[in-house]
């Protein structure tokens, strides 16, 4: 059973750019949830996808958007990047929405 | 405004004594918790969960307590191993709002256990 896998591990991108951070589900798990976790914070909920449909939404602003594949893998994109937006993003997928969530290594995200 | 507060920012103990973190919450509308470890580099890993049913979960050297009227949770490590050095994270949900049973976490309590 292979667990979440997210890509790339560091990326460091310009203000102003887009990021496209991905991330392969659990075998067997159809839930994906995406978190921030900013430097000395607990991480923070951006939204979980449920079958391919956005299934709730912490407080970010729209430039933050996913996607979810029918193998369940999952995509978080970011437009027009902050220097704020500098972070550890985790995607945690689950069997389904309100059991355990197991998450990736995450992605460094820089922003300068 | 944290729903979810972790009051220790770190916690020192030694090999083969207990550990104790505490959580504490302020949304009553949370009824299920988990503690999360995370080593430097790595995402966070599922430790033990409790459901607001129970008073007490309990996992090999990890058990979780509830206490719903204080809003509070807390977790033991007996014995305390070197290994278990790294950042704990309790976390709530509320499963029941037909929502996206999102996580809300406390910030974290680092620990270490000295040999």
């Known amino acids: 059973e292979t667990g979440v896998t997210q890509s790339p591990t560091h990326l460091i991108k310009t203000r102003g750019q887009q990021v496209t951070l991905r991330c392969s589900s659990q075998s067997g798990h159809n839930t994906v949830s995406w978190y921030q976790q900013a430097l000395g914070q607990g991480p923070q909920f951006i939204f979980q996808y449920y079958r391919e449909e956005e299934n709730g939404r912490g407080n970010f602003p729209p430039r933050f958007s996913g996607l979810q594949f029918p193998n369940y893998s999952s995509e978080l994109n970011v437009n027009a990047l902050e220097l704020d937006d500098s972070a550890l993003y985790l995607c945690?997928?689950?069997?389904?929405?309100?059991?355990?969530?197991?998450f990736g290594q995450g992605t460094r995200l820089t922003v300068v | 405004d944290q729903q979810v507060k972790q009051n220790s920012p770190s916690l020192s103990v030694q090999e083969g004594r207990i550990s104790i973190l505490n959580c504490d919450y302020t949304?009553?509308?949370?009824?299920?918790f988990l503690w999360y470890k995370k080593y430097p580099a790595e995402g966070p890993t599922f430790l033990i969960s409790i459901s607001s049913i129970k008073d007490k979960n309990e996992d090999g050297r990890f058990t979780v307590f509830l206490n719903k009227s204080a809003k509070h949770l807390s977790l033991h490590i007996v014995p305390s191993q070197p290994g278990d050095s790294a950042v704990y994270f309790c976390?709530?949900?509320?499963?029941?709002?037909?929502?996206?049973?999102?996580?809300?976490f406390g910030k974290g309590t680092k620990l270490t256990v000295n040999p």
């Open positions: 976390a709530a949900s509320a499963t029941g709002q037909g929502g996206s049973e999102k996580l809300v």
């Open positions: 949304n009553s509308m949370f009824d299920y």
């Open positions: 945690a997928s689950s069997s389904q929405t309100g059991t355990e969530a197991f």
